[in-house]
């Protein structure tokens, strides 16, 4: 941390399992994968979903299809996460988008 070991001693990488890569004085990630982003890879990128402190491939985020991905109406869309035995589960529903443009509406901005 500010270009000093911390502590004396090495730390992992604490990336949600998104990326292998930290900066070794801020510890700030490098190359996040999965559709992150963040410090700690810890966001999704804009116009995708999940819960990347899920960590890996179940954590990755997911393109927001409003109402499909090739003829996006939405920018953002946010998580509605559905939780099945302790675990996330994810489909159909498991996004609201958040920003339909001017003249569309809808939960996937799927209405004119």
């Known amino acids: 941390i500010n270009n000093q070991l911390f502590?004396?001693?090495?730390e992992k990488c604490n990336c949600e399992?998104?990326?292998?890569?930290?900066?070794?004085?801020?510890?700030?990630?490098?190359?996040?994968?999965?559709?992150?982003?963040?410090?700690?890879?810890?966001?999704?990128?804009?116009?995708?979903?999940?819960?990347?402190?899920?960590?890996?491939?179940?954590?990755?985020?997911?393109?927001?299809?409003?109402?499909?991905?090739?003829?996006?109406?939405s920018a953002q869309c946010s998580l509605t996460q559905l939780v099945v035995g302790g675990a996330a589960a994810y489909g159909e529903d498991a996004y609201v988008c958040t920003a339909c443009e001017l003249g569309y509406d809808g939960n996937k901005c799927e209405r004119q």
């Not at 502590?7 to 090495?10: A, L, P, Q």
């Open 7 to 10: 502590n004396g001693r090495c």
């Open 17 to 73: 399992g998104h990326s292998l890569e930290c900066d070794p004085f801020t510890g700030d990630c490098i190359n996040c994968q999965h559709n992150t982003t963040g410090r700690r890879c810890h966001q999704c990128l804009p116009g995708h979903y999940g819960n990347p402190s899920l960590g890996g491939e179940l954590g990755q985020c997911h393109p927001c299809a409003c109402p499909t991905i090739e003829n996006s109406h």
